[in-house]
Nanobody
Framework: QVQLVESGGGLVQAGGSLRLSCAAS????????MGWFRQAPGKQRELVAA???????NYADSVKGRFTISRDIAKKTMYLQMNSLKPEDTAVYYC?????????WGQGTQVTVSS
């Protein structure tokens, strides 16, 4: 089992920044890949950024150049630095870990960007 806890969400004005954190615990050796998804009201959940199993990073086109995914392996924590935030970035952001036989999701953290 893997437990994921997100933090760092909040309310910010357009153009501002936030950094999300995802702390992992449990059987983290079984994790193959990790990433961030988001879900806005009335919309499907979408991939924002992720580390592949090989350690490469992927970003949604809508966040390229503004968001940066990173991780501190020693702290078992993954981050999402979000700069130049836009109202359309408003969503619940979820951390996800891809395990050997299932995916693990955090509880989500709300990000609200005011115009």
């Amino acid at each position: 089992q893997v437990q994921l806890v997100e933090s760092g969400g909040g309310l910010v004005q357009a153009g501002g920044s936030l950094r999300l954190s995802c702390a992992a615990s449990g059987s983290i050796v079984s994790i193959d890949a990790m990433g961030w998804f988001r879900q806005a009201p009335g919309k499907q959940r979408e991939l924002v950024a992720a580390f592949t199993s090989g350690g490469a990073t992927n970003y949604a086109d809508s966040v390229k150049g503004r968001f940066t995914i990173s991780r501190d392996i020693a702290k078992k924590t993954m981050y999402l630095q979000m700069n130049s935030l836009k109202p359309e970035d408003t969503a619940v952001y979820y951390c996800v870990a891809v395990g050997m036989d299932r995916d693990y999701w955090g509880q989500g953290t709300q990000v609200t960007v005011s115009s």
